[in-house]
């Protein structure tokens, strides 16, 4: 199986040829940067090498000439934009196999590659095997974003991890709250131990404290068995309690002085047990404006705030948005045992468009209904819910950032708004910076 090395920083568009690829039987090692890159074909054996003309950090036609160097048998492919076509033309003169202009459909990519791999001086004698696919699980679900937001949130759940400080993640619904504790567990030294996820909404006052301490046979009516709660289950590892400003008053007491002894007694029970866990919370209500009105305990409060992280809303990392949208897909293929390779632009743009009430719920519901529905090789409009389509009218006149018909007005418009910062104003008009500057050029903007 022959294996291509494609370097694209386009993470949506990267991710959506490397699916293309991968079914059309090739193996695909995806790079975002030439520094990615070289780590890559340093260390590893690739048959062909497809790459952008502009990189972030580099020109596709240095890259090529420093892979040259390096391995002269390899084939480079460039990709360009029309408008590069004549550099790409004298990419070619100085060692590259062909080049690709986008937009380009499926059928001249696999031309090109067919064509490149078979090229006699670019033949291999032996084709390395293809490297087993990384399963999805539990201990991957965290994506790491691209955006301001997701890189702070990495930052504080890498420094709280190795501690054990009590966190308080505070975020919409939908954000990813229990995905986050379980990150900061299994970065942690209590990794090998329990992770114990709790919905204190979900429980009944009356039967709060039998499912934190657990409780004897007979100690009340209903009680069959005696039952091992929730923090002897811990016992070693992380508890984690979702919504808990939803524990009534005198819950909280109960779980302030299991918190503060680190000591639990079962109902109907007069031994006391010893429990080592950390406890990490998540709320999306103002739990210090449940403090001042009298709903939340003061002293409970800062004791399970020792260390707080925001769990940021979609629309506050937009530039996750298609990151998030192809690990979906990627997770609901696996569930459905099917092979969508990615998205139409027209869904792309209603994506973008769209507020994510929900949030990463609401996004991965809506990507795994449409992956059974769909038919075809990509999620087209026809299978999106109908809110997508009810909002667009409300949306076009809200007065927000986006293209649309007065592509070149919004774009000057965004960049008075951020003083000319390119990618501030990218960030308002929900597009890479790349493709920002590719517009700039279209529309010959200084």
């Not at 994506?143 to 190795?162: N, Y």
């Not at 998030?324 to 994506?351: M, R, T």
């Not at 719920?361 to 009810?390: H, M, W, Y």
Request: with cysteine.
């Amino acid at each position: 199986m022959p294996r291509i090395l494609l370097i694209e920083d386009d993470i949506s568009f990267c991710k959506l040829l490397e699916r293309f690829l991968v079914k059309k039987a090739y193996d695909v090692t995806i790079a975002f940067s030439a520094a990615e890159a070289r780590l890559y074909f340093k260390k590893e054996s690739f048959d062909l090498i497809l790459t952008d003309l502009r990189l972030p950090d580099s020109d596709g036609i240095a890259l090529m000439t420093e892979i040259k160097t390096l391995h002269p048998k390899i084939p480079v492919v460039l990709m360009t934009g029309y408008s590069d076509v004549n550099t790409a033309v004298k990419a070619i003169k100085n060692g590259a196999a062909d080049y690709i202009s986008k937009p380009f459909n499926p059928d001249e990519v696999l031309l090109v590659i067919t064509n490149t791999l078979q090229t006699p001086q670019f033949v291999k004698e032996e084709v390395p095997e293809k490297r087993p696919a990384k399963p999805i699980s539990a201990d991957n679900e965290f994506v790491k974003g691209i955006s301001v937001a997701s890189k702070k949130l990495l930052e504080h759940i890498k420094l709280v991890s190795p501690t054990d400080m009590s966190v308080l993640i505070i975020g919409e619904s939908g954000t990813g709250k229990e995905i986050i504790a379980k990150s900061i567990h299994h970065q942690s030294h209590r990794k090998n131990n329990n992770f114990i996820a709790v919905d204190c909404g979900a429980i009944p006052k009356e039967l709060a404290a039998s499912e934190f301490f657990g409780h004897l046979k007979g100690s009340f009516t209903g009680a069959i068995s005696d039952k091992t709660g929730y923090f002897e289950a811990a016992n070693g590892g992380t508890i984690f309690l979702d919504e808990i400003g939803n524990l009534s008053y005198e819950n909280q007491i109960q779980l302030l002085r299991a918190l503060q002894e680190r000591k639990i007694k079962p109902v109907g029970s007069n031994k006391e047990i010893n429990v080592d866990i950390r406890i990490i919370t998540a709320t999306n209500e103002d739990l210090r404006e449940a403090v001042k009105n009298g709903d939340f305990r003061e002293d409970l409060y800062h004791r399970i705030n020792e260390f707080s992280i925001q769990s940021p809303s979609l629309t506050d990392r937009g530039e996750d948005l298609m990151v998030f949208a192809d690990y979906f897909l990627e997770k609901a293929n696996h569930q459905l045992n099917k092979d969508i390779i990615g998205f139409s632009p027209e869904v792309v743009a209603i994506f973008q468009k769209y507020s994510w009430p929900g949030n990463l719920r609401e996004l991965q519901n809506c990507i795994k209904r449409a992956t059974l529905l769909s038919q075809g090789d990509f999620i087209e409009t026809d299978v999106l819910p109908v809110e997508f389509f009810q909002t667009e009218k409300q949306q076009s006149n809200s007065g927000s950032f986006s293209l649309s018909d007065n592509e070149k007005e919004a774009i000057i418009h965004a960049l008075s708004r951020t003083q000319n910062n390119k990618s501030e104003a990218a960030k308002l008009l929900k597009i890479t910076r790349k493709t920002l500057y590719n517009k700039l050029k279209q529309y010959n903007i200084d």
